[in-house]
């Protein structure tokens, strides 16, 4: 995870490492697989090399998931797509465990505090120091109370 901050105003930060590092081994098992039917050609490592290429593209796409909260706007990036909320149209934020919704007229963008790994706290802070600067309102969900857990008309 890498994570960039301008003066305590914007955050960035992206999934784990690792999720890299499985990405890049992945590639090399794929250049593996090619090599091999080069030389030897046959349905079995054909198929494999289908499933590693599969496999392969789904950690690429997480390994490049990120959110980003700034001055302008909450942004979350994950395998199926890119979601965006301004803050001038954010009218609360629920909170519930790891999960954080920012909520619209018709509009919501969930992010995980998970995936922010070890600097959740400082994302948190960000968001909190943005949600006050912007006078949004803050709600903290009780046991048994659900949030949604889907993004709803935010796709960039």
Do not use: C
């Not at 784990?16 to 030389?39: C, D, K, M, P, Q």
């Not at 997480?62 to 890119?82: C, F, H, M, Q, R």
């Not at 963008?109 to 959740?120: G, H, T």
């Not at 949030?147 to 935010?154: A, D, G, Q, R, V």
Request: no cysteine; charged share 20%.
């Amino acid at each position: 995870m890498t994570i960039d901050f301008d003066d305590d105003i914007s955050i960035f930060v992206r999934v784990h490492w690792i999720t890299r590092v499985l990405f890049s081994i992945g590639l090399i098992f794929i250049a593996y697989t090619i090599y091999e039917i080069l030389n030897h050609p046959d349905q079995q490592t054909i198929l494999r090399l289908g499933i590693e290429v599969i496999v392969d593209f789904g950690l690429y796409k997480l390994a490049s998931s990120y959110i980003k909260v700034n001055d302008e706007y909450v942004a979350v990036s994950v395998p199926y797509g890119t979601f965006k909320i301004y803050w001038s149209e954010i009218t609360k934020i629920q909170m519930s465990g790891l999960f954080i919704g920012f909520f619209g007229d018709n509009k919501r963008v969930i992010i995980s505090l998970a995936f922010a790994n070890k600097r959740s706290k400082e994302l948190l802070k960000i968001i909190v120091n943005q949600a006050q600067k912007h006078k949004s309102r803050i709600e903290s969900l009780r046991i048994g109370e659900r949030m949604p857990m889907t993004h709803l008309n935010s796709r960039e």
